[in-house]
């Protein structure tokens, strides 16, 4: 496995890989690497003849108050991660790469950035798609893979991908819990141990939600009351956002269907962590 | 040469090519085509063994009150320019096929389009990136042509290009003009007969500046002063600007220097007409 820091090798690399007819995996991510991020390479593995993992902490995507500077980072157990799970190449590139001096471009969209994080994060998914855009066009996998924690996010980036005309198609993959519940994410490492009990609530929330519309619950408001009420009944969470939202355009609904997106944005202490399930 | 309207059939055709190992060029243009795009188109022709040229009036880079309703086509002639000068493919879209319902994603940048055309067309360098993004996507060219008359565009462009590390070479080719000098341009065809002469103004302003340029004038501002006054002389002229801006950002500059653009744009009744030139 090889680890590169520049655009030019990396293009350079992939050259020589499309000559020889090579498929391309990628998997975008910023690192700190967990089951969540294994479970997307393990899926680029099975699926194409080469697979790159890129591990690059964006600052485009965060806001000015949010956690650019604490974002956590272990480059070598993320290599040890991808090496195990059979990458062959790491991109890891430093801002300054991705962001030269006289860097103008964006790229964004209306709609699907409107509601949930991007309510909360505003200029957030400008950043994941310029950054993504990015990606795709130094890397020109031919699938990319993403969680589906973040499902806005992957929303975001597929009609980026339909809309832009790229040719890649964009593979969205369960999201992975802890054995107790709580989905993966590089952030969990920001919770002490009281809070960690306390960020239970979010996966106990979602899997309460994903009972009643099995049960048939398909009005949004009640739902919604009674996830709203079971977060609020534990004192160390603070919602940001109970919303159910068409999975397509993340458009507010009011009634619960097939593809309807129940999402959860929580504070625990300073932690902001987010959950979902997709009706069915 | 074949003409296509979908773009599932341009991605067939171009999958195709690239696995024989073509070199693809790319002239994007909103057709009626003039000798300014037959150059480009034989530029193309000279230095790719395939040759693409889209004609696409491109609603996004209008404005409400522009001549989107009125913009001139003639398919006819349009397709046997590009069959005498040997293009191979013509890509011809519908507007609801480059943008369908809820497409929501855009392509811009900053500083670059916050002068010049970009300061009097809100919106129309927003409409050019995401259009030419979408083209880029489609076609997947080697190499792709643009006119130097539209120098801003061509700046911004080549600017997307390299921020968003797309794989595409920009050529931008050399102003063609009319025997008389006035730049060529599908919309001098709005011009009345005593119009087209008044139209003179900007050739003959360009080529005054140039030469004021080439004597050793180095102050933008008595450069600029000398040409407005110089358009200000023709009662049919109303000045749009006419600025000196670095040839990179576009942003004004106060001393002439190698690769200072100096572009004008200039009202001949209600046709709106730019012309350049770059300071070496």
Wanted: aromatic fraction near 8%; charged fraction near 25%; include cysteine.
């Amino acid at each position: 496995m090889q680890i590169v820091s520049t655009i030019k090798e990396v293009k350079h690399i992939v050259k020589q890989w499309k000559i020889e007819g090579q498929t391309l995996g990628f998997v975008p991510t910023m690192g700190y690497l967990h089951e969540g991020h294994g479970s997307l390479i393990t899926a680029a593995r099975q699926e194409n003849s080469k697979v790159v993992v890129s591990i690059f902490i964006n600052p485009m995507q965060f806001g000015p108050t949010e956690d650019y500077d604490s974002y956590p980072n272990d480059l070598e157990k993320d290599r040890n991660v991808c090496e195990s799970l059979g990458a062959d190449l790491i991109f890891h590139p430093a801002p300054e790469e991705m962001y030269p001096k006289d860097f103008f471009t964006y790229v964004d969209m209306s709609v699907l950035t409107e509601e949930l994080c991007g309510l909360n994060r505003p200029g957030h998914f400008r950043g994941v798609c310029t950054v993504v855009n990015k990606m795709f066009n130094i890397i020109q996998p031919d699938h990319a893979y993403f969680g589906q924690k973040d499902a806005q996010q992957l929303a975001v980036i597929k009609q980026m991908v339909k809309d832009l005309n790229m040719n890649i198609e964009v593979i969205g993959c369960p999201i992975v819990r802890e054995e107790d519940g709580l989905a993966k994410s590089s952030r969990n490492t920001y919770l002490s141990a009281i809070e960690r009990k306390a960020a239970l609530i979010l996966s106990k929330t979602i899997f309460m939600g994903e009972n009643k519309v099995k049960e048939g619950e398909t009005d949004a408001k009640k739902l919604i009351a009674a996830m709203k009420a079971n977060i609020e009944a534990e004192p160390m969470a603070k919602i940001e956002y109970v919303k159910a939202v068409d999975g397509l355009t993340m458009k507010q609904t009011t009634r619960i269907k097939p593809q309807t997106l129940i999402a959860i944005a929580v504070y625990i202490g300073k932690t902001r962590l987010i959950d979902n399930f997709i009706a069915h």
